[in-house]
């Protein structure tokens, strides 16, 4: 029994004094739980962006307008179908309404044929519905889905409105993409890019680490071999298995759930590389003042966490609430995810201006943790 006992506070003792141990037994959980809450509980209550075109002048529009004018969560402004639709692409706004040519005057037709019916006595036939067309970004996977029904219930109290009658007006969605995505399309770079992150930060960063603590490091210095050429083969290593390591995703991603890459394949490697690249700064980063294994870890643990939540790998952030806004767009792997989309599931280049801007924010990012590195680092 004492033995047991024995044992029993060993093991509690081990547990206690393992940091990285009660990280993910106590902190790991809270962190989760807390920030999933921070992000994505108030969804339901963030607003949308719409753009209204009607291609004529018109009291019927004008009403329609006003309804969507009048929803607290949207925001509405009347655009021209090519601005309109050209700032759905590129992520400025969650959906645009058409009214085409005739609309109104289509919509009145259907009304008065059907009320004729009804005044006549026989039994009228359904009316037509007078269409209005709304286009969509697949990509948003969530917003998209929630502005799609949110604009569908819109138009039903309108119809309601307007007559007993059958609906009179009917919504036609259509993709601005060339096709329809699935939550997997929109996981799949996420994580790709998470992957990078944790291979740097803690592959990576937690192998220096180990080499300064065996002593490594300091034998590399009485060597032939200059140091800076040890470094740059751990950052070459770490490309090259990156790349690979996103390929054989990709490669699965296909084969199971038919996941395809709309974008080039060059634009997605260097995505990738400037990516690694970032991450591998930052991990020689938290290295340079890791005096243990167990300590880089931690720290690694602290920086990733919330990078994984609030960076939109598993689900968009854009709806998380205002005052979260600025924490999520310092996280480097927000801009890595949105440039593995870009390419992959919306087909976008390297001279795409989104990817672009991407690209800038994380060369820059590794440009800071490199002077970083520089400054803290130490050999021994």
Do not use: C, H
């Amino acid at each position: 029994m004492i033995s047991y006992l024995s044992m029993v506070s060993a093991n509690f003792k081990m547990t206690v004094r393992n940091r990285q141990s009660l990280f993910w037994l106590f902190v790991f959980p809270i962190l989760m739980m807390t920030l999933l809450g921070i992000v994505f509980g108030g969804i339901s209550n963030q607003g949308a962006s719409i753009a209204v075109v009607s291609k004529e002048k018109s009291q019927v529009a004008d009403s329609i307008y006003k309804s969507f004018k009048e929803i607290d969560s949207f925001t509405v402004e009347k655009q021209s179908e090519g601005r309109a639709l050209k700032e759905l692409k590129n992520g400025d706004l969650d959906a645009v309404i058409v009214m085409k040519k005739g609309f109104a005057s289509e919509l009145e037709q259907n009304s008065r044929e059907f009320n004729q019916g009804e005044i006549s006595g026989s039994e009228p036939s359904p009316p037509k519905p007078a269409k209005i067309e709304l286009f969509f970004d697949p990509s948003s996977t969530f917003t998209s889905q929630a502005v799609r029904g949110a604009v569908t219930n819109v138009i039903a109290e309108i119809n309601k409105k307007m007559s007993n009658t059958p609906d009179l007006i009917a919504v036609e969605s259509q993709s601005v993409r060339s096709a329809d995505l699935r939550y997997i399309d929109f996981l799949v770079p996420g994580i790709i890019a998470l992957t990078l992150m944790n291979s740097a930060l803690f592959g990576l960063g937690g192998t220096v680490v180990n080499y300064r603590e065996r002593g490594i490091l300091r034998r590399l210095k009485v060597t032939p071999q200059p140091l800076s050429g040890f470094i740059a083969a751990q950052i070459t290593n770490q490309l090259v298995f990156s790349i690979l390591r996103a390929a054989l995703l990709i490669i699965v991603a296909q084969a199971l759930f038919g996941v395809a890459v709309l974008g080039d394949y060059i634009s997605l490697i260097i995505v990738v590389i400037v990516g690694s690249l970032t991450f591998i700064t930052i991990a020689f980063s938290i290295a340079s003042f890791s005096r243990t294994r167990e300590t880089n870890d931690t720290l690694s643990n602290i920086v990733s966490m919330p990078m994984m939540f609030l960076g939109g790998v598993f689900f968009p952030v854009d709806s998380a609430p205002a005052w979260i806004q600025p924490l999520i767009r310092i996280m480097p792997l927000k801009y890595l995810g949105d440039a593995m989309r870009d390419v992959m599931i919306k087909g976008e280049g390297l001279t795409n201006s989104n990817v672009m801007f991407d690209m800038y924010i994380l060369l820059g990012v590794t440009l800071v943790f490199f002077l970083i590195s520089i400054r803290l680092w130490k050999w021994e």
